[in-house]
């Protein structure tokens, strides 16, 4: 069974805080690993992809791998409250052809 | 610009009623997905395809089919909606290489 797993929230910070958002998985076998932010009533769109373990930055945003311990997380410095929005883990694996599976997604609230 | 575009943005039918989802990409990508999302349940995969006329069952084809004719359109058939099919309708493509799955707008469905 493959299985991404991601704390619902709402994780609340305030502006200007870092928001550190987690994502674990289930198969060893897991090669990418991508993060989507979701807008209420909108698509996702990506933020960050990393294939690595380290930390891959990208602007106010840092994916972090650790494939030792099958963990993904995202930081966001400087929260804005336009980063509110939901955030999903996408994990794709050597089994999974072109699939991706989808964590159920973390709700982020950045208060002004 | 990766593009992906779908032909609705909103859509009411009836019960029974065959509703034909496009999804249309312009950017020659091999890959390309159907996604239905629904509160609590996250995104889920009905059908994907990696070439014209190739098609594969996702987690959740039951009451769904799919047809690629062309490479760049791939479409979702609901052949006799049902109240249950009430939902966001997701799709994405990407290309063998990149990975990286790229989503339209999405369709949000109600069937009454």
């Known amino acids: 069974q493959k299985e991404v797993e991601q704390n619902s929230g709402p994780l609340s910070v305030p502006e200007g805080a870092i928001a550190s958002l987690n994502c674990t998985y289930s198969?060893?076998?897991?090669?990418?690993f991508f993060w989507y932010r979701q807008y209420s009533g909108k698509s996702p769109e990506l933020i960050m992809s990393i294939y690595s373990n380290g930390d891959k930055e990208d602007g106010r945003f840092t994916a972090q791998l650790n494939k030792a311990s099958q963990y993904v997380s995202l930081l966001i410095r400087d929260s804005q409250p336009s980063d509110s929005a939901t955030y999903l883990c996408?994990?794709?694996?050597?089994?999974?052809?072109?699939?991706?599976?989808f964590g159920p997604g973390t709700r982020l609230s950045v208060l002004p | 610009d990766v593009k992906v575009t779908q032909s609705s943005r909103y859509l009411v039918k009836r019960t029974g009623e065959k509703v034909f989802l496009e999804c249309v990409q312009d950017m020659d990508h091999e890959n390309m997905f159907w996604y239905r999302q629904d509160p609590g349940l996250g995104l889920r995969l009905i059908y994907f395809s990696y070439d014209v006329k190739m098609k594969e069952k996702g987690d959740i084809p039951e009451g769904y089919s799919v047809s690629r004719e062309k490479k760049e359109r791939f479409s979702l058939i609901l052949e006799s909606a049902s109240t249950n099919q009430t939902s966001m309708y997701l799709c994405?493509?990407?290309?063998?290489?990149?990975?990286?799955?790229?989503f339209g707008p999405g369709t949000r469905l109600l069937v009454l």
């Open positions: 996408a994990v794709r694996g050597d089994n999974y052809g072109q699939n991706f599976v």
């Open positions: 994405a493509s990407s290309t063998s290489a990149v990975q990286t799955q790229y």
């Open positions: 198969d060893r076998g897991s090669q990418s």
